[in-house]
């Protein structure tokens, strides 16, 4: 079938468009305007930069490609199509439909060759760094002289939605300071956004901004092939920059009427329209999703290029393992996340009375050390969050090896970078932070949840305890927001044995984030020492039996406000009232349990209270009576506060006594 | 008592740094690094070109003053004492104590003068960015040749993490590009933040990135008074740009071990430490709090001076009442937040099936020509949330009597904004997105609820019911996590009729934000026709009463999922299971209501079983089955997705049936 496209070039780039617009077409749903714009650049990088090998798409060097603007995941299931990944005309021909491989948006669980979702506009860029991170420490850490075993670049395609979000300037203000040099983003800079011409909000000198950042910035013809060819080559240069490279493109191009116009973003061509925009590209009509063989074939190199690559870099290894056998093979271990066992022996345990910040601090001392690949830091609070690791350095643009991050006062794109650092592979990362301040990174705390990425955040400061600061900084409403994301686990022990049982939990974590909510102030000792096998591993246990084998009463606590439910249960068990204490650090593992054991710890028919410093709304499923708070703070010492709101042992017995009817 | 300094200014700026010293020493805990070093900036804003009336706090054309970095409040809270506001220095004495007005960081409820709350970073930046668009929106729409009746400056300080957060940048360009011309900020840059100098983290070039957002620029000294008027004087003579004014400034200023260094920022200085920076300063040891009789009479010129001001302005606006009556009789009411009655006659009806967001989008055709001064847009979804005002222009930079805002692709700094432009007074204030995106912008929904501020936020695609664009779209925690935020009013009507009456309880909030969440699908109409007296206003009520006095079973569904409640009732009812139907548009406010109401909604004992098309863990409140969704979902069409999920009135029958045992 002849084409009207005089050059190999073209007819790739076309056929990008013809998939593209005929995927939006056929679910009558999508957007259409980003993949026909921007095919040229995408093209440009995939067929002469990106080195990826489709038949292995978890190769471990591979060049991490990132559609930050995923609304375009055309333009990407196109490219996974045609260089090779398992993923068949017939899914992309099933585009948003139930149970196909070509979701709305990109998701990873569901694509070979998709890196992680994207969508929600800023978090394809933030998390970007977090893999730009990844790299650089590994290469710091790993690689010798003579040996660049971890050695590729990350790529990304942005758009002027990802430009605005605030959590894109954090990343990369931080990407610039940390000198980030193999980061290389292409901005789609079309102009356009679903309200009209970026000009009615977005006319900041964004060229400025990001030199201000202090990036390497290039500004292009983004439908020229070659001009994209050349910028990547001069990006790829640059060892000290994160690359920023804005590309003019022409969004919807080749649809006669709506190229350039925001009526191209987000809605299909129609058939009229489709049919003008293939004939204005050379596209043949028919068949739809049209392939052309010589495109086909030259995308295709991918896949023997892939192969070399790979076999390269097999030889790279296998030469490494040579001269450096533990180094490798330690890197090995941690890609494939085996973190050992030496850090379980080291897991302390407790007896005195310690902040669970604290203890959780002596948990991390005591298991770090065994667990090299973990890689953290906080948002400006280290002193506070107590997540600093001992000995060991910063990692700043002198110091890729550092284990220890300076997020910055950036909550963000702190979790969208543990996110990325932990995607990567190779390495576990940690954020920490104040819990209030969940808030601020919701957004990626999500977006772990739904990549089932096992990412760590370590909260602190996590309800009114932390006192004097006041309602902006107190918890209420937190723990139940955080708890209510599928796939979270918040973890909020008890006392130092339960933070080390946590930790355990965190570390052996394969597919759902771990997030601490841990105190400022100090608690009792009052859960067992048996940090390897601790019942807080199935997230609610009886910490304290009642006296009767029937008790009379459960009271159901967590973290800093079990020591209120066993102090209760001593005076209502003098009073006559059989009071079983149960521990619940997380009720997403106590959800997992079996009925059996669920009716062992809270059993049905048997009045239960709830204490927590913090919202009630969550505790209906667990208790008929709640200790809580559902109104904001004050800001008072901590002592006061508690006492003011009801967490005192008194408390906790008066509600008890009033949910019997005694 | 003789005092080593020369001058009265420099007597001012010490008494300001003692007393914020005493306040934090005594509380033992607190923030004295920044009053220290931002003490001379203070001074000279607040006492040469800030104009305010310390006896009329609410003075509507006062300037405003933002102190972004709330952490430095015993700088606000000794302003306020000194220029003669209702906060005895007492009040100083008892800073972060239970029952003081002094809280850790500024709350508006507690202290006279105090705009508005702020701690969490950025928000305060964010918000003035609100009260300058109400002030220019203000100005430009009831100002006439002669009378320039509202005309007053947005100040604001700001520090190194106000600077990082994400929000600030969405806040800032957005400001930039709409030419906010009486938005001055000055830039607390100590280069300090509380883990060390900013060195370690944040090393972008911060003039260069405020140029690129189209901001006047200026770099001076902090510390130097005279530098800081003559930078104000130059940044109010800039009418089509925000200014910011980078004030070099030295934390902790006077201390002699702490000043400049991470020490000072956050904690008392101890005993020694703050007698020898006394020593330094010249201030007395005694008594502590100390106030030298001259600069407390200079500080107290404001009081005069404000009340000159005022009377001036009152002048005006009789002058203005008498040439602009009807003008003047708006602003008047809108500055009383007297809306009339004219609004709610206009409410609609509907009969249609039609999506909440369409009759929400009604509603607002029909009602937001009597309420003129509501202003507000969308997050660059207005063709998707249908929010855009019909016959109304847009807020632009040359147009800033249009009343519809652009915010772009920043929902957080939407969010901000709309809590600035309400807590302002004088409008009313909307912005819109995606239910999903509430995630972005949570930290802004927070602290309108903790101010006590009536923000409207019209979130649409409201579930998985969004179809096609997938989980990372698709609500599923979203209405759980904003229902737990203490004082936050979510609005999920069933139909048009519950549209228009929840926008009449929107418009009627003083002290609650409301929070809509409307579907993309349509629904049918099913709920009364008396939209100006509609039982949604009690949060939840009886739908469909059972057919015998006493129900076997109550079916409860908020938005979308009501229509399958009522269709389940009639199978039920057919297999002799009475059947009550509640909606719940607001459990907000159905929360409040008395007992005997809600025995009648939701009688105890009867089996009842939710259904809304999200997580489940809000529901054990007021249900004991549920149909709910407690993962993730899926791109898929929107019928398939919910008939996959269960969202079927068949469904909704087979789980009402298994908790009744039949």
Known sequence: ????????????????????????????????????????????????????????????????????????????YSLLHLTGYDLPLDELKKFRQWGSKTPGHPENLLTPGVEMA???????????????????????????????????????????GDMMEGVTSEAASLA?????????????????????????????????????????VQKIDGMDIDAVDRALTEAEKIKDKPSFIIARTIIGYGSPHREGTPEVHGKALGADELKLAKEALGIPLEPTFYEPEDAVSHFREAVSNGAKWQEEW???????????????????????????????DALPTFTDKLATRKSAEAVMDAIMPHLPTFIGGSADLWESNMTHLKDAKQFQ??????????????????????????????????????????????????LAALMECPSIIVFTHDSIGLGEDGPTHQSIEQLTSLRVIPNMNVLRPAD???????????????ETPCLFALSRQALPALTPDTVKNHPAEKGGYVLR????????????????????????KDTLEAEGISTQVV????????????????????????????????????????????????????????????????????????????????
Not at 14 to 36: E, F, Y
Not at 418 to 445: E, Q, W
Request: hydrophobic share 40%; aromatic share 10%; net charge neutral.
């Open 583 to 662: 521990s619940m650090p997380s009720t997403f593992l106590y959800d997992k349990q079996s009925a059996a054991y669920k009716e062992s710890v809270l059993p049905k028919g048997v009045p239960t209270v709830s204490i927590e410093a913090g919202a009630t709304l969550g505790w209906y499923k667990y208790a008929q009576a709640f200790v809580g708070i559902d109104h904001f703070g004050a800001s008072a010492p901590t002592e006061v506060v508690m006492k003011e709101f009801g967490f005192t042992p008194e408390n906790v017995v008066a509600v008890a006594k009033k949910l019997l009817g005694r």
């Open 118 to 160: 994207t969508g929600p506009l800023g978090q394809g860029f933030a998390t970007s760094v977090g893999y730009a991170i990844a790299e650089a420490h590994l290469a710091a850490i790993f690689n010798k002289p003579g040996h660049d075993v971890i050695d590729h670049y990350t790529y990304g395609i942005c758009s002027d």
């Open 496 to 510: 130092g044995n339960e933070a080390s049982a946590c930790w355990k939990i965190a570390v052996e974590s394969t």
């Open 314 to 344: 097999n030889a790279k290894l296998a030469a490494y393992t040579q001269d450096y056998p533990a180094e490798a093979k330690l890197l090995k271990a941690s890609i494939a996340g085996d973190w050992g066992t030496a850090w379980i």
């Open 545 to 568: 039996p009642a006296s009767k084998a029937k008790p009379d009463c459960v009271l159901v606590a967590t973290g800093s406000e079990v020591q209120h439910a066993v102090a209760a």
């Open 1 to 76: 079938m002849p084409v009207a496209t005089s050059t190999l070039d073209a007819l790739c780039v076309n056929t990008i468009r013809g998939l593209s617009m005929d995927g939006v077409q056929a679910a009558n749903s999508g957007h259409p305007g980003l993949p026909m714009g921007a095919a040229p650049m995408a093209y440009s990088l995939w067929t002469r930069h990106l080195r990826h090998n489709p038949k292995d798409p978890h190769w471990f060097n591979r060049d991490r490609f990132i559609l930050s603007a995923g609304h375009g995941s055309m333009l990407l």
């Open 176 to 216: 610039g300071h940390l000198g980030l040099g193999k980061l290389i983003f292409l901005y789609d800079s079309n102009g356009i956004t679903i309200d009209g011409s970026t000009d009615i909000t977005f006319t900041e000198d964004i060229e400025m901004r990001f030199k201000a950042y202090g990036w390497h």
């Open 397 to 446: 643009p002198e110091s890729h090896e550092g284990r220890n991050l300076a997020f910055g006062i950036r909550e963000h794109a702190m979790v969208a970078a543990v996110n990325g650092i932990t995607r990567h592979g190779g390495l576990r990362a940690f954020g920490s932070t104040f819990l209030i301040f969940s808030d601020y990174c919701r957004p990626s705390l999500r």
